[in-house]
């Protein structure tokens, strides 16, 4: 006497998880990477950046300027201020400062600020976030040179200076 082969639902088999869960799980992947591209998610680079086949090329004349006048400086953050400080070269200290402070991520978080001269440097009036870190670059209008630096999140004082340190050509 023979038995027949005695029939299991679907869901029981585990060949039948394979053949529905793989394409669901890889549709519930492919959706949650669209949602994450489809966000506001900037690299937060200022530079004008042109492209030449597969290849980004950014103008850093600017730091390659102020690596050559020797200039630095250090940003601090106060309750009410961001002020600028010298530290090295010839600044015009007369001429204001235009400040830009990055969000890492959020373009939108972006604080662009003009820094009038003062006895001691530049100042700007503006009450900064310290929760997150900022992207710095200071540079005069026209931005005939341009320093940059990093304030980490809590940190109220940075060291700018050129982005660019290679020799020169």
């Not at 394979?18 to 506001?40: E, K």
Request: charged residues 25%; negative net charge; without cysteine.
């Amino acid at each position: 006497m023979t038995r027949e082969p005695q029939k299991r639902p679907f869901w029981r088999e585990p060949m039948m998880w394979l053949v529905i869960g793989l394409p669901l799980a890889s549709v519930v992947a492919g959706v949650f990477l669209l949602t994450v591209a489809m966000r506001d998610s900037s690299d937060s680079v200022g530079d004008l950046v042109t492209r030449t086949a597969q290849i980004q090329v950014a103008d850093l004349s600017p730091d390659a300027r102020a690596r050559d006048l020797r200039l630095s400086a250090i940003l601090r953050v106060d309750e009410d201020y961001v002020e600028v400080l010298p530290v090295t070269g010839e600044f015009d200290r007369a001429a204001p400062l235009r400040l830009v402070l990055r969000h890492p991520t959020l373009a939108a978080s972006d604080v662009e600020l003009r820094a009038a001269p003062g006895d001691n440097g530049w100042r700007a009036e503006v009450e900064l976030p310290l929760d997150h870190d900022w992207k710095l670059e200071v540079m005069p209008e026209g931005m005939p040179w341009r320093l940059q630096g990093r304030l980490p999140a809590g940190q109220r004082a940075a060291h700018v200076k050129p982005g660019f340190s290679g020799e020169q050509e």
